[in-house]
């Protein structure tokens, strides 16, 4: 027996931005080994802190804000491309605010990618609570009606550019034809518009990330592996994923230069970034920063 199952609004939108991702951005991926050692045993410390009561530290934020800092040094990694395969020209647009679109799992069970604003100037008290607030906004969020509406902001930039064609075919698909959007009713959209923007995820909320990190070791802590590759969102230059903290034996140089193994706390990063818009030196300066900061101790 087969069963036939349609994709929804949020795995079309999935499908047809990872695809373009795939169609457009040529993938390299690296993998960094991370000895957070060090800085798994400040967490308990930092939460102690009497600015820190009320407010959960983990190390999903404390990661954000490292991986913020190590972008200052590789302001390559922080920004927007563009590419003409026609004419060969193109041009990288370096942001100076760190957006940092970060996944949660929404209230119907299906992921959201919303956004972190402004995370190069903030504390790490201050991303801390940004993802908590992120975590309320995404629990008042209707998944379909954000994405919707998501999908009518692209269909009108792509009508802008005169991509009419290819508009028609997209209305019919999801709007006309057989396998069409299940709309959600009138009552329930009347009801939901009725939600304060400041209380939900907002289309802005969904298109305004410069960068991406994905971590899934908070999404299956006893993964004894890590990414290989990432979909490098259009027209975004690099996704950034967090695989689980996993026990590994490394070889630790101490100052009189003599090594012994260790079994140390290794969080797994892979970075992946469009070949088309750097090259590896652009990111090795944000290799070391993220490295030096988890041996170092966490700052507030």
């Not at 907002?202 to 990414?227: C, E, K, Q, W, Y």
Request: glycine letters at 4%.
């Amino acid at each position: 027996m087969i069963t036939r199952k349609v994709f929804d609004v949020q795995r079309r939108i999935v499908a047809h931005k990872t695809v373009e991702a795939w169609d457009n951005a040529p993938h390299v991926s690296i993998l960094v080994d991370l000895d957070v050692t060090p800085l798994m045993a400040n967490l308990a410390d930092v939460s102690a802190r009497a600015e820190y009561v009320g407010t959960r530290v983990t190390i999903n934020s404390v990661m954000l804000k490292i991986i913020a800092e190590g972008l200052k040094k590789s302001p390559e990694m922080n920004a927007h491309v563009q590419y003409s395969r026609r004419t060969g020209v193109g041009e990288v647009m370096l942001h100076d605010e760190i957006n940092i679109a970060t996944p949660f799992k929404a209230a119907c069970g299906r992921m959201i990618t919303p956004v972190i604003k402004g995370v190069e100037r903030m504390t790490l008290l201050e991303v801390c609570r940004g993802m908590e607030e992120l975590k309320r906004r995404v629990a008042n969020t209707h998944l379909d009606i954000l994405l919707i509406e998501a999908a009518q902001d692209d269909t009108w930039k792509r009508i802008r550019k005169g991509q009419v064609w290819a508009v028609f075919h997209r209305v019919w698909a999801n709007y006309i034809g057989r396998d069409r959007v299940i709309l959600p009713s009138k009552q329930v959209a009347l009801a939901y518009s009725k939600t304060l923007a400041a209380d939900r995820i907002t289309v802005a909320d969904l298109l305004s990330a410069t960068i991406l990190v994905s971590n899934i070791g908070s999404t299956m802590r006893d993964l004894p592996g890590s990414f290989g590759l990432l979909e490098i969102i259009q027209p975004q230059t690099v996704a950034i994923g967090l695989a689980a903290i996993q026990k590994k034996p490394l070889v630790i140089t101490d100052a009189a230069g003599q090594e012994t193994i260790a079994i140390r706390q290794v969080l797994p990063l892979t970075i992946c970034f469009d070949h088309r818009a750097m090259d590896f030196e652009a990111v090795t300066g944000f290799i070391r920063e993220v490295t030096r900061l988890c041996r170092e101790d966490v700052q507030p």
